[in-house]
T-cell receptor, first 114, second 121 residues
Framework: GQQLNQSPQSMFIQEGEDVSMNCTSS?????WLWYKQEPGEGPVLLIA?????ELTSNGRLTAQFGITRKDSFLNISASIPSDVGIYFC??????????????FGKGTHLIIQP | GAVVSQHPSRVICKSGTSVKIECRSL??????MFWYRQFPKQSLMLMAT?????????EQGVEKDKFLINHASLTLSTLTVTSAHPEDSSFYIC?????????????????FGSGTRLTVV
């Protein structure tokens, strides 16, 4: 199946630093989403973006839906140890026949050094 | 908010046996449930889309006779892995939602269960 192009694959940063990751696609999506997944758990929704150009914040997290509807980024400011985990972007496309499943990026593994 | 429950969280079975995984929407009626598979250190890949009261739609490469999906009610979908083999060992995750335009934005299949770790020995 299709996967989104997510980068970077992994990040090693110091506590307190800002983090930025992004996703691109060759096709348009109606909705972009960002998830965090802990080991052995399902992904937890962080931010959902519904309109091209939309910029949305959730605490220290900020995400934007690209104007072309083919890309999105997620920023985390002032990282803390509990931000460690794997972050996935996902795109949702509405087809005429009903709800479609999500297409995921390959994930960004965030590692924070104290 | 939307809550999706998945059971069991872990299961170990012998090769050749069948395993059933349940996905429940606890606080809303899900017209659609989605089943994903995630291999170690990889991303989630959609396996099938299950609409209440109708046959599931499978993604290319996913064997419908091996992965039986039943969505008999608006709050429950089940995935049965039949004649499981070691290569079926994976993390199976469901999500539940409503059709776009029929409910709040965050219920379009964006909420996931906690996953089921299947190990076939």
């Amino acid at each position: 199946g299709q996967q989104l192009n997510q980068s970077p694959q992994s990040m090693f940063i110091q506590e307190g630093e800002d983090v930025s990751m992004n996703c691109t696609s060759s096709s348009i999506f109606n909705t972009w989403l960002w998830y965090k997944q802990e080991p052995g758990e399902g992904p937890v929704l962080l931010i959902a973006l519904y309109k091209a150009g939309e910029l949305t914040s959730n605490g220290r997290l900020t995400a934007q839906f690209g104007i072309t509807r083919k890309d999105s980024f997620l920023n985390i400011s002032a990282s803390i140890p509990s931000d460690v985990g794997i972050y996935f972007c996902a795109g949702h496309r509405y087809s005429g026949g009903g709800a479609d499943g999500l297409t995921f990026g390959k994930g960004t593994h965030l590692i924070i050094q104290p | 908010g939307a809550v999706v429950s998945q059971h069991p969280s872990r299961v170990i079975c012998k090769s050749g046996t069948s395993v059933k995984i349940e996905c429940r929407s606890l606080d809303f009626q899900a017209t659609t449930m989605f089943w994903y598979r995630q291999f170690p250190k990889q991303s989630l890949m959609l396996m099938a889309t299950s609409n209440e009261g109708s046959k599931a739609t499978y993604e290319q490469g996913v064997e419908k006779d091996k992965f039986l999906i039943n969505h008999a009610s608006l709050t429950l979908s089940t995935l049965t892995v039949t004649s499981a083999h070691p290569e079926d060992s994976s993390f199976y995750i469901c999500s539940a939602g409503v059709l776009p335009g029929t409910g709040p934005n965050d219920n379009y299949g964006y909420t996931f269960g906690s996953g089921t770790r299947l190990t076939v020995v």
